[in-house]
């Protein structure tokens, strides 16, 4: 069974430039979250996507966007970059529809820093 | 709106000594409560969590944790640490009414130190 997967591993780019980072979910999973983890902070929710469609979002401005694909793989676009979105971002998929009942698997993460 | 303090930025412990590590949280109600441990280079692993029922759970790698509502804590509790559980280790809540679509409200972690 392949885990979570997510590209690239890390990023560099420049203030106001936009970004896509991506995640294949683990097989059988039909959900995927995103969070922002800041340099030692906990992460942060984003937003949530199930059956291609966002069910689920954090305190994040618009420019903060996603997608979910049939195969049930997902990307994060950020628009307009500012330095603090220098972060760690994670993914995680589940089973469920996002139900706190299924275990979240998290991926290793997509290291963005904004210059 | 939830939140979670875990009070212990930095805790260190020596190999073969007993562990715990602190977790309190804020919601109107009970929880959905996780703890998560984040390696290098890894992403998050769910040690455990605990929903409802008995208030001592067991999770993997020979961590417990137990959930006191009158305290509103949740510390995870290790008999004796190995190096391999030098890690960042966070504490998370979920709020039932919102079915998982709110995502996780972390704690800000506690970096574990083992000392040989």
């Known amino acids: 069974e392949t885990g979570v997967t997510q590209s690239p591993t890390h990023l560099i780019k420049t203030r106001g430039q936009q970004v896509t980072l991506r995640c294949s979910s683990q097989?059988?999973?039909?959900?995927v979250s995103w969070y922002q983890q800041a340099l030692g902070q906990g992460p942060q929710f984003i937003f949530q996507y199930y059956r291609e469609e966002e069910n689920g979002r954090g305190n994040f401005p618009p420019r903060f966007s996603g997608l979910q694909f049939p195969n049930y793989s997902s990307e994060l676009n950020v628009n307009a970059l500012e330095l603090d979105d220098s972060a760690l971002y994670l993914c995680?998929?589940?089973?469920?529809?996002?139900?706190?009942?299924?275990?979240?698997?998290f991926g290793p993460g997509t290291r963005l820093l904004v210059l | 709106a939830q939140s979670v303090t875990q009070p212990d930025i930095h805790i260190t412990v020596s190999e073969g000594a007993s562990l715990e590590l602190r977790c309190n949280y804020s919601?109107?109600?009970?929880?959905?409560l996780f703890w998560y441990v984040q390696s290098p280079g890894q992403g998050l692993q769910l040690l455990l969590k605990y929903f409802s029922g008995d208030t001592l759970v067991q999770g993997i790698k020979g961590f417990e944790a137990e959930f006191k509502r009158s305290q509103s804590s949740f510390n995870l509790r290790k008999p004796s640490v190995h190096w391999s559980d030098a890690a960042e280790y966070f504490c998370?809540?979920?709020?039932?009414?919102?079915?998982?679509?709110?995502?996780?409200?972390f704690g800000k972690g506690t970096h574990l130190i083992i000392q040989p």
């Open positions: 995680a998929s589940s089973r469920g529809g996002g139900s706190f009942q299924e275990t979240q698997y």
């Open positions: 097989s059988g999973h039909n959900t």
């Open positions: 919601y109107g109600a009970t929880p959905y």
């Open positions: 998370a809540v979920g709020a039932p009414s919102g079915g998982g679509a709110d995502g996780l409200t």
